[in-house]
């Protein structure tokens, strides 16, 4: 298994301003994810972390809005740039420990509220 | 592409009733699928899977059964709780890919 946490949990910012997201994984991970859930709805997959390279980004998503890092095999943030009332949702973090037919973590989540 | 459908809720119920959230998928190749489950406040948890036609996965007195036959994976548990309540996400990974598809999420309700 693998203990996923967050951080922040939670934060109100304004809009126009960018709130970075960090996700920490007590063991080292082969993939990790980063998801939006939209107020209601399900989860989105925003992109995957690639350690040591570019993010891989799902359509819909761009590196300028998302900007995602991933230095290590336990560790990756994920930055909202240039919020709008409109990113207001839970994004959360995900990992795989094994290949792709293995179990996927999530984390906590971070809720966001953009004013 | 991959998709799943779900029953939309809120599902209410009273303690102790059957509960059934029905699940549909459309998917290439031969899927895993997956129930997660969403307490109040918290991130989602594995509620159990099934990786090929036939599998039932079980946990918690949740099970579903994986049926190829009607492309459908519901869940079902004979009698509820209060604290089962919560949102239900049912998902499939085609396995050719990283990514999971997730059902839009069902919210169930139980009452004492």
């Known amino acids: 298994s693998a203990v996923i946490s967050q951080k922040p949990s939670r934060d109100i910012c304004q809009r126009g301003t960018s709130l970075t997201i960090q996700c920490q994984v007590d063991?080292?991970?082969?993939?990790m994810f980063w998801y939006r859930q939209q107020p209601g709805q399900s989860l989105t997959l925003i992109a995957t972390?690639?350690?040591?390279?570019?993010?891989?980004?799902e359509s819909g998503f761009v590196i300028d809005k998302f900007p995602i890092s991933r230095p290590n095999l336990t560790f990756s943030t994920l930055t909202v740039s240039n919020m709008s009332p409109e990113d207001s949702s839970i994004y959360l973090c995900?990992?795989?420990?094994?290949?792709?037919?293995?179990?996927?973590?999530f984390g906590p989540g971070t809720r966001l509220t953009v004013l | 592409g991959n998709s799943v459908t779900q029953m939309e809720g809120p599902v209410t119920l009273s303690e102790e009733a059957f509960l059934t959230i029905n699940c549909t998928y459309t998917?290439?190749?031969?899927?895993?699928l997956f129930w997660y489950v969403q307490y109040p406040g918290e991130g989602l948890q594995l509620l159990l899977k099934?990786?090929?036609?036939?599998d039932k996965g079980s946990n918690k007195g949740f099970e579903a059964t994986y049926r190829k036959e009607t492309t459908s994976f519901h869940l079902e548990k004979g009698s509820v709780q209060v604290s089962d309540s919560a949102v239900y996400f049912c998902?499939?990974?085609?396995?050719?890919?990283?990514?999971?598809?997730f059902g839009g999420g069902t919210r169930l309700m139980v009452k004492p």
């Open positions: 995900s990992v795989r420990t094994g290949g792709l037919s293995s179990e996927q973590f």
């Open positions: 063991s080292q991970v082969t993939m």
């Open positions: 972390a690639n350690q040591g390279s570019e993010a891989t980004y």
């Open positions: 998917a290439t190749g031969y899927p895993s």
């Open positions: 099934a990786t090929k036609a036939d």
């Open positions: 998902a499939l990974n085609n396995n050719a890919g990283n990514m999971l598809t």
